[in-house]
């Protein structure tokens, strides 16, 4: 019996690694699979959780108010001692580039286990953009023993990096397989926040879905985001944009200060993954630095402006199914200005192919696992 052991702690690492989670499980005969989270996001995790009917095996529970980078490194790396101790797992699987996977796997690294990178490779270059997440992806690609890469640019970023081509699968996003699965769940689920939402969202106009949180664009840069969503607005009467606000204050002071009190602004608090979803599914455009939602949202036919200067991401650059637009807001508004009133461009944009994979990444992982152990 092969023990896995699948560590994650933020919204985003929960959304992605839960179906591979429910997939493993799948293979009780061949592995046994448990779950520890670190909760350095604590309720948006849970959330996910519930979603997907996930019930961790090890919770070390560490969210902590204003908690930094030095505490939460060293708080994960001890409280898995003893989680690896205890388990004593083949493979520990890490996800992305968050804290809790750079720490998880130099834990992993010191208790022997074999270390599984799911999406490996991500590289933009520069180690302060974005900050801390490209050095937490680096220092992991070179502890991982396996590296899922999910598409052929993120394998050539390894390959480039001396990792043996035998060690890497290109395997798509996971991301895609909870994606497909949770738009079939959400049409027939009751759910609060989507009620609440179909009262909110005004019909007759053009949703823009608009997200942001990332440090990097903490002060100035937000303030700039906020100019060119008020001014997008008052320019534009026939879109309505809906902001689930982040609950980070470097975030929500700004965004209340500027775009409270504009009719066709709608600032509510941060959703669940099942209404974020459908909220997606209803935009027209969709305006956010997320990563997780420059992989989702081409599967949905959305076209996404990233409100970054650089991405680890350029398949959906390359292929045209996102532009950059920064901080800057001009750029932000005539890039928004286009696809409101040029209907080629904002079909061009919206039917092509998402790069990021078709939602069979999990069951490729499982196979390459079996096949290599």
Known sequence: MIKNLIIFGTRPEAIKMAPLVNAFRTYSDEFETRVCVTAQ????????????????????????????????????????????????????????????????SISAFYSGAKVCHIEAGLRTHNKYSPFPEEMNRQVTGRIADFHFAPTTASQHNLLAENISSEKILVTGNTVIDALLESVVIVDKIENEEIDFLLKVIDSSKKIILVTGHRRENHGQGFINICEALKEIALQHPEVQIIYPVHLNPNVKKPVYEILSNISNIQLIDPLSYPAFVWLMKESYLIITDSGGVQEEAPSLGKPVLVLRDTTERPEAVEAGTVILVGTNKEKIVSETKKLLINFKHYTDMSALHNPYGDGSACKRIIEFIRENQ
């Open 41 to 104: 996001h604590r309720e948006m995790l849970d959330q996910v959780l519930d979603f997907f009917a996930i019930k961790p095996d090890f919770d070390l529970d560490l969210m902590k108010p204003n908690q930094n980078l030095y505490s939460l490194t060293s708080d994960i790396i001890l409280g898995l001692k003893s989680v690896l101790e205890e388990f004593k797992p083949d493979y520990v699987y890490v996800h992305g580039d968050t804290t809790t996977t750079m720490a998880a």
